[in-house]
Nanobody, 116 residues
Framework: QVQLAESGGGLVQPGGSLRLSCASS????????MGWYRQAPGQERELVAR???????NYADSVKGRSEISRDNAKNTVYLQMNSLKPEDTAVYYC??????????WGRGTQVTVSS
């Protein structure tokens, strides 16, 4: 079974930074995209950032310019660097991996709290 290991969440002050990591046990050869979603209380889950196997990135408008998604193919790992964090960034962040077959896997979620 494919497993996703998430790390990097925590409590930060507004204006601070975090780097989320997600390592997949799946084969890098079968992965089509990796990314991060988030869900705040009472809100729908939304895409934060995604990177395809071709290196194409997508960002939510709310994080453009202050977030960067990257990957390490050797480690089957995707990273989300978030800077200039705002209280509205507070949410549970979920790693998502999509495979060429159409199958996708979700992480358990890691809490990011931005508060003074």
């Amino acid at each position: 079974q494919v497993q996703l290991a998430e790390s990097g969440g925590g409590l930060v002050q507004p204006g601070g930074s975090l780097r989320l990591s997600c390592a997949s046990s799946g084969s890098i050869f079968s992965i089509s995209a990796m990314g991060w979603y988030r869900q705040a209380p009472g809100q729908e889950r939304e895409l934060v950032a995604r990177i395809t196997r071709g290196g194409i990135t997508n960002y939510a408008d709310s994080v453009k310019g202050r977030s960067e998604i990257s990957r390490d193919n050797a480690k089957n790992t995707v990273y989300l660097q978030m800077n200039s964090l705002k209280p509205e960034d507070t949410a549970v962040y979920y790693c998502n991996v999509k495979f060429v077959s159409g199958y996708e896997e979700w992480g358990r979620g890691t809490q990011v709290t931005v508060s003074s």
